[in-house]
């Protein structure tokens, strides 16, 4: 058995790992635009707020075009150590879609809970079922009562950068993975 300091080497060299530049698609025709995005995100949250223009224009400005996204839910707490359950729709743009479930644990300075709308955008994703996997990711974030927060995940060449709209109050950094899944389970590992 993994000790727990172990595990918090491997949990930061595998979000090390993620925080390198991702590659930006090229095919203009299978990826999304940005407007097209943020119109999408402004129909699922149901409002268009400035936060949420900016943090969409920096996820492409980093990442550029995005082939696929996913709308979806999620509800997170953590005190030092933390988890996260959610469930959504992934929507690609060559067509093509899944029902996707994601859990993950967390450890690092973080304290709180939230409730989230979460519309995370996904890019170089070669087909729907490559979504399920373990995506290493950093976390850090400070919700308000309405905050909004970007964090990315990377996976073999696959990045995905949820942006999440909330209510709760949750402050902190943490080091984790989430595990997006085909069928729901309360297993976070």
Request: no cysteine; hydrophobic share 40%; glycine share 14%.
């Given at each position: ?32 635009d940005e407007d097209s995005i943020l119109k999408a995100a402004t ?147």
């Open positions: 058995m993994i000790d727990r300091r172990q595990h918090l080497q491997h949990l930061a060299a595998l979000a090390a790992a993620s925080a390198l530049p991702a590659l930006a698609a090229e095919d203009k025709d299978g990826t999304y129909d699922f949250f149901g409002q268009t707020t400035e936060g949420l223009a900016k943090v969409i224009e920096k996820a492409f400005k980093e990442q550029g075009r995005p082939n696929a996204y996913i709308k979806g839910e999620e509800a997170s707490a953590a005190i030092t150590v933390g988890l996260r359950y959610g469930d959504g729709e992934l929507l690609m743009k060559g067509g093509g879609g899944a029902k996707v479930y994601w859990a993950g644990p967390s450890i690092g300075f973080d304290l709180g809970a939230n409730a989230s709308k979460v519309f995370t955008l996904v890019y170089k994703l070669p087909k729907p079922a490559d979504i399920y996997q373990r995506f290493p990711g950093v976390d850090g974030s400070l919700y308000y009562i309405g905050g909004a927060g970007i964090n990315y995940q990377r996976l073999n060449g696959i990045t995905l950068a949820p942006i999440r709209l909330g209510v709760g109050l949750r402050a902190g950094a943490s080091v984790g993975y989430i595990h997006y899944r085909r069928e729901k389970s309360i297993n976070p590992f």
